[in-house]
Every structure is written in C-alpha cells, then in structure tokens.
C-alpha cells in the first residue's frame, strides 16, 4: 500500500515541479537554469520528444550550446528516444545509429563545457554507459589529455570492476580498480585543479580506496576533504556508512550521519544511510521509518535493499519480500555498472522465500 502511496505523491510532485519551473523560466526571461530545470522535470515524466521540441523552441541561441546542464538534459532526451526506439523497434537501424552518434556528442560538449560544475561529470559518465558499450567507451577516451576526459576514465573503469565483480570476474575487477587509484593519485598529486574539482577527485578516490577494502586510507583521504569543507555533506555520508558497514562502528557513524542530516534533513540518501546505521545498531522500527521516509522522497534500489535486510531481522518476509521485488524492479531500469547489486538483490530474493516456505 506505502509503495502506491508513494507513486501518487511522486507523480503529483513532479506535475507542480513542473508548473513552478515554467513559472520561474518566465519570471527568470528564460534563465538557463530554469530552462534547464524544465527539461530535466520532461525527461524525469518520460517526455523526451516534448523536452527535444522545448530545446529547438523555448532556449535561445546564446545558451543552447554553452550551459552544460542545457546541453545535459538535452542528451538525456535523445538517450531517452534511443533506448525507447530501440526497445520498441520504432526506429531504423540508420536512425539509432544516427540519434546514438548524437547522443555521444551531445554528453562529450556538455563534458568540455562542465567547468566546475562537479555534478556534470557524474552525469556525463552515467549517460555514456547507458548509451555506449563499457568496453568501448573506456577505449576511446584512453589516452586523453584534456582533465574532463581525465577525471571521466577513473569513473567508468570503477563501473566496470563492479560489472566484473558481479560476474567473479575478482582479479579484473581489481585490475580496473588499481588502474582508477592510480589515475585519481595522479589528478590530485600532479595536476592543478580548481578546488571542487580537486575535493571531487579525491572523494571518487576514498570511494575506490573502499572497493579495494582499504577503508582506512578511504578515512584518512575524507578527512582531508572536510578540512577543506568541513560541512561536505557527500564525504559525511561516505564516512558514517564506511564507519557502519566495512568497520562495525555505528556509533562513530551515527555521530557523522547525524552531523549531516543538521543540514539536509530532507536529503534521501542521507536518510538511507540514517537507517542503515540505526540498523547496525539494533534500532529497527527507527531504520524501517527511516528508509520508508527515503522512499517516500526518492525511491532507489538500494534503499529499498536496505529496507529488505530490515524487515527481514524483523522477520516481516512478506514486506521484505515486496521491497526487494521494488529494488529488482528499479535496478531493471537502470542496471548498467550495478550487477553486483542486482546479483545481491537476488541472492536476498531466494533467502526470503525459502523463509515463507516454511512458514
């Protein structure tokens, strides 16, 4: 019942996002970052034909190519229309290898444009996988000099170790993450970076330090990080589920969490790492209220895990059950890079139902 509760209520938030950015593009005369926050709400309600004819319409020349979350939204549409056309086989084999190339282009001038925007790299990245084999893409940007191009490859080789991890494929998987370490030691140590692409370097490499279950020196690096800012609500939440799961210090973690959720109460993520935490400290109706209320806001697959595990020690099967179907089903639509949860997901599954088929 909570899950159609909360498809209703995402559905109506998105509607009024909607009527208030096309009220803020008018009032703002067509700012770039309302027109850009109009195309990302058409292409979060699966419009990507009406987001295309928003571009070509409503954003004028000067911003067209410059503004990279102009130029993001844009190619997220044209994914959208490729992955739709080649599902549904509405399109030509010409026709997707045209809007594919599109595609492509599109994310790589949002890349070069991206700046300090730190948020345009990760996005970058996520629409390449999910456009592009893995295999290829890492290909065809090693080698590069330019930083954007650098910064990205150390992104995409940790997406494979996890799709390698999935599959036991551990010492290539532990392969492509050294050779990430190795090129995020290098951006910190050798390169000079503006200071939020340098604090973003050095969390994707505390990030990596933890695939390689050397959380110690993951630790260290965010330390480092908060120093600098010491309010980052990122790195805090990286430290408090580190501290948690990796190493069983969820009363060291709840010190962090309950640091950053001062700022972003509201922030669904942090509400996930929330209930994890009270989770591994035994508190599980708080954990269970924690990540229906991350739900609630944004569902995620691994939110909805982690609701699994819950009930699953409150020995509620049936709920976990429905929840861990709610994470297959999300993974489903966005898997690339994330096999290994998916193959976690399933492994739960099973454990899940042979508890009902005793009951």
Known sequence: MWLKRRDKSIKKRIATALKYALEAKTKSDNAPSSLAVVMKILNTR??????????KTEVPSPHKYEYPRILIALANAEQGRWRRGKSLGSMSKKALDILQRRTITLYYQALAKAGDDTKIYEKVGIGLVRVQELDELIKSIEGAEDIPRRILLPFLLRRRARQRMANDQVSEANADLERAVSLLESL????????????????????????????????????????????????????????????????????????????????????????????????????????????????????????????????????????????????????????????????????????????
């Open 46 to 55: 699966g419009e990507y034909d009406k987001c295309v004819a928003f571009y």
């Open 188 to 359: 910190v140590s050798q390169v000079e970076l503006s200071t939020p692409l340098k604090l973003m370097v050095q969390r994707r490499l505390g990030g990596t330090y933890t695939m390689l279950k050397m959380e110690e020196k993951a630790l260290e690096l965010y330390n480092q990080v908060v120093q600098v800012r010491p309010n980052d609500v990122v790195t805090l939440n990286n430290m408090a589920y580190i501290l948690a799961d990796k190493l069983n210090r969820p009363d060291d973690a709840l010190k962090y969490i309950e640091r950053v959720m001062r700022y972003r109460s509201q922030d669904h993520n942090l509400m996930d790492t929330y209930g994890f935490v009270l989770l591994k400290k035994g508190k599980i109706n708080r954990a269970i209220e924690e990540f229906e209320k991350s739900m609630s806001i944004q569902p995620t697959s691994i939110a909805s895990y982690h609701l699994a595990l819950t009930l699953k020690k409150a020995e509620d099967y049936q709920g976990a059950l429905k929840a861990l179907r709610e994470a297959k089903k999300l993974l489903e639509k966005n898997l690339g890079g994330r096999e290994e949860e998916m193959a976690m997901v399933k492994d739960l599954i099973e454990e899940v139902e042979k508890k009902l088929e005793k009951e």
